[in-house]
Each structure stands twice: as structure tokens, then as C-alpha cells.
């Protein structure tokens, strides 16, 4: 038997205690049918209800070895997501969420079609009705924004769960950006990819760790991640106002010719009204993506990790 391992699942967790075992043990039978070694590696993002304690509980069975690694504090899924991957040691690589939502046992149909030749193997979710509806109708907005603003397209209900070949986690792996969207990075990397349909389940236990707040964070990061077309609203908008406001001169001018001075209230109100709030707007624009310079510019790690637990340390 060899000793390599062959599929590394990357799980980042927050607060995810009664999941943990619940979800490993689902793992362990899964990966336990296969005739090759795998790793379950937990990303702790700064748990503060013992989630790394519960995954030390956990017991390498006999083809699976359980690794964790804790970060110093609450980094959120994407950089958690990155951290784990940057551990996987496998063939390929399987990303999933810690609730139960990306059910296990649909890793040997993803693995089939990485042995059917595919480096990056997404999933689409069947809209279900344990998603929830409120979920569902934000999500399917916010693809119809970014594939109407972003060169890159999406698949909208995708995740990040996914398998990627060693060859497209090596590529993954350069992506120097701090603010990231994994979902649009990895249909920007190219390679063949493919999608699976699965169902998705409820959350076993908990609450959804993204608010509503971090939900319009991680989109606005991805839109701005994917378009620049929001920099050249303020040009548009400026132009329809200017286009405008030639005539509206014209046709004052022409009243004032005639005598017939307008009492002009009205109009210096709405016009000043306007004017400002598209300049307002645009320079939000412009602040949004001075702040992504900003962000990448200072080029702080990723994370920090705080301790690691199943894993060797490098050299
Ligand atoms: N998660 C994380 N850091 C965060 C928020 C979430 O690692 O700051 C994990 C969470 O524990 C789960 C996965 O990311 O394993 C997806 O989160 P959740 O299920 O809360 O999101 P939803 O399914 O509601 O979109
Ligand atoms: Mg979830």
C-alpha cells in the first residue's frame, strides 16, 4: 500500500462544536471505502466554543487521518479555506463547509470525474427548500449582478465545494490578494473544470455563521475583485447628467431672454439634490477600490496560525 495520500478534505469551522463528529464520522465512512489514504484537515477560524478541542477528540481511523490547524482569530471562510488548502498534502483536494450542508457522500462522484480527467471539479446546488428562502433569492441576486458586471461568469447556487487536482492547487496557490473570492478565482484559473448537481441538506446544528453583514462584505469583495465596470458608473452617470444639463442651460437662458424668470426654487433644489448624490456615489466607488489598494498594498500575511494539531511541522 502506499503511503501517499490521495484526497485531502479542507474544512474551515467556526463555532462548529456539535458538527464536528457528526461530520467526521459521515467522513471517515466515506473515505474508508476507498483503497488509498486520506486527510481530514479542520481549519479552526478563531473558534471560541472548543471547536479545536472536539476535532483533538477525533481518532484517525484506518485510511484517515485527522489534521487540524487553529488560526490566532476569526480570519472568515475564504482565508480559513486558503489556510487549510495550503496544508493539503493529497492528489487532490476537496473543500467543504463544516455543517453538514456539502454532504460526504457525494465525494466519490466528485473524485470520479477527476478521474475522468478534470483538474477542477465544482458543484451546483439543487435549490432546495431547506436552504431557506431568504438565502436563496440573496444568492441568486447577487450571480445575476456579478455575471452581468464580471467578465468572469459563475454558475449561480455554486459553493466552495469543490475538488481540485494537484495541478490546480499548486496554480491556486500562487493567488498573491488578500481580499478573496475563491469562487470567481478558481473559474478565472482555467484548466478543464466541470460542475456536479447535489442537494444540499439544512444546517445540522447551529446557526449560519455568515450575517447578513459579512454576506454584503464577501459580495461587494467579489464584484470588485471581478469588475472595474462600477468605476465607470460615475463617468456614465456624469455624462447622462451633463448631457442634461446642456439643455436645461439652453432652456433657461431661453426664459430669461423672454422675461419670464423662473421663480427657480424647485429646480436649483433638485439639480443640487442630484448632483450631490452622484457625486457622493461616486466617490464611494472610488473609495471601494482605493480601500482594495489599499488592502493589498500593505501586504500583511493571510493569517497567522496559533497551533496545529496531526501535523508535522515542515522541515
Ligand atoms: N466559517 C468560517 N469562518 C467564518 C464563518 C464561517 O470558517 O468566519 C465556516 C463555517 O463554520 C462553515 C462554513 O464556513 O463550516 C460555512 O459557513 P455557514 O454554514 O455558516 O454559511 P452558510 O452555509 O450559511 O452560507
Ligand atoms: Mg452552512
Given at each position: 500500500?502506499s503511503?501517499?495520500i490521495?484526497?485531502?478534505v479542507?474544512?474551515?469551522?467556526?463555532?462548529?462544536?456539535e458538527?464536528?463528529?457528526?461530520l467526521?464520522?459521515?467522513?471517515?465512512?466515506?473515505?474508508?471505502?476507498?483503497?488509498?489514504?486520506?486527510?481530514?484537515i479542520?481549519?479552526?477560524?478563531?473558534?471560541?466554543?472548543?471547536?479545536?478541542?472536539?476535532?483533538?477528540?477525533?481518532?484517525?481511523?484506518?485510511?484517515v487521518?485527522?489534521?487540524?490547524?487553529?488560526?490566532?482569530?476569526?480570519?472568515g471562510?475564504?482565508?480559513?479555506l486558503?489556510?487549510?488548502?495550503?496544508?493539503?498534502?493529497?492528489?487532490?483536494?476537496?473543500?467543504?463547509d463544516?455543517?453538514?450542508?456539502?454532504?460526504?457522500?457525494?465525494?466519490?462522484?466528485?473524485?470520479?470525474?477527476?478521474?475522468?480527467?478534470?483538474?477542477?471539479?465544482?458543484?451546483?446546488?439543487?435549490?432546495?427548500?431547506k436552504v431557506?428562502?431568504?438565502?436563496?433569492?440573496?444568492?441568486?441576486?447577487?450571480?445575476k449582478?456579478?455575471?452581468?458586471?464580471?467578465?468572469?461568469?459563475?454558475?449561480?447556487?455554486?459553493?466552495?465545494?469543490?475538488?481540485l487536482?494537484?495541478?490546480?492547487?499548486?496554480a491556486f496557490?500562487?493567488?498573491?490578494?488578500?481580499?478573496?473570492?475563491?469562487?470567481?478565482?478558481?473559474?478565472?484559473?482555467?484548466?478543464?473544470?466541470?460542475?456536479?448537481?447535489?442537494?444540499a441538506?439544512?444546517?445540522?446544528?447551529?446557526?449560519?455563521?455568515?450575517?447578513?453583514?459579512?454576506?454584503?462584505?464577501?459580495?461587494?469583495?467579489?464584484?470588485t475583485?471581478?469588475?472595474?465596470?462600477?468605476?465607470?458608473?460615475?463617468?456614465?452617470?456624469?455624462?447622462?447628467?451633463?448631457?442634461i444639463?446642456?439643455f436645461?442651460?439652453?432652456?433657461?437662458?431661453?426664459?430669461?431672454?423672454?422675461?419670464?424668470?423662473?421663480?427657480?426654487?424647485?429646480?436649483?433644489?433638485?439639480?443640487?439634490?442630484?448632483?450631490?448624490?452622484?457625486?457622493?456615489?461616486?466617490?464611494?466607488?472610488?473609495?471601494?477600490?482605493?480601500?482594495?489598494?489599499f488592502?493589498?498594498?500593505k501586504?500583511?500575511?493571510?493569517?497567522?496560525?496559533?497551533?496545529?494539531?496531526?501535523?508535522?511541522s515542515?522541515?
Amino acid at each position: 500500500m502506499s503511503h501517499s495520500i490521495e484526497i485531502s478534505v479542507v474544512i474551515p469551522v467556526y463555532n462548529e462544536k456539535e458538527n464536528i463528529k457528526i461530520l467526521y464520522d459521515e467522513l471517515s465512512r466515506v473515505l474508508n471505502n476507498f483503497e488509498f489514504r486520506s486527510e481530514v484537515i479542520f481549519v479552526d477560524d478563531g473558534s471560541v466554543d472548543d471547536t479545536f478541542g472536539t476535532i483533538r477528540n477525533l481518532i484517525n481511523s484506518n485510511m484517515v487521518q485527522v489534521k487540524a490547524i487553529s488560526l490566532s482569530r476569526n480570519f472568515g471562510h475564504q482565508i480559513a479555506l486558503t489556510a487549510g488548502l495550503e496544508q493539503a498534502k493529497g492528489k487532490v483536494a476537496i473543500s467543504l463547509d463544516g455543517d453538514m450542508q456539502h454532504p460526504p457522500s457525494v465525494i466519490p462522484e466528485l473524485y470520479k470525474k477527476y478521474l475522468d480527467g478534470y483538474d477542477i471539479v465544482n458543484t451546483i446546488r439543487r435549490d432546495d427548500e431547506k436552504v431557506g428562502v431568504f438565502k436563496q433569492m440573496s444568492s441568486g441576486l447577487f450571480y445575476k449582478i456579478f455575471n452581468f458586471l464580471s467578465p468572469t461568469r459563475i454558475e449561480s447556487a455554486t459553493a466552495d465545494f469543490r475538488l481540485l487536482s494537484r495541478k490546480a492547487l499548486d496554480a491556486f496557490l500562487q493567488f498573491p490578494e488578500k481580499d478573496r473570492f475563491i469562487r470567481g478565482m478558481v473559474v478565472w484559473m482555467g484548466f478543464s473544470q466541470t460542475y456536479i448537481s447535489y442537494k444540499a441538506d439544512a444546517r445540522r446544528k447551529g446557526n449560519s455563521k455568515f450575517t447578513l453583514l459579512k454576506m454584503l462584505s464577501l459580495s461587494l469583495n467579489a464584484i470588485t475583485s471581478f469588475s472595474s465596470a462600477p468605476l465607470k458608473i460615475p463617468l456614465l452617470m456624469g455624462g447622462v447628467v451633463f448631457f442634461i444639463s446642456v439643455f436645461y442651460i439652453f432652456f433657461a437662458l431661453w426664459r430669461y431672454a423672454h422675461g419670464a424668470t423662473i421663480p427657480g426654487w424647485t429646480s436649483l433644489l433638485v439639480s443640487v439634490l442630484f448632483l450631490g448624490s452622484v457625486q457622493l456615489i461616486s466617490i464611494g466607488i472610488l473609495g471601494v477600490y482605493l480601500g482594495r489598494i489599499f488592502n493589498e498594498t500593505k501586504s500583511r500575511p493571510l493569517y497567522f496560525v496559533k497551533e496545529t494539531w496531526g501535523i508535522l511541522s515542515r522541515d
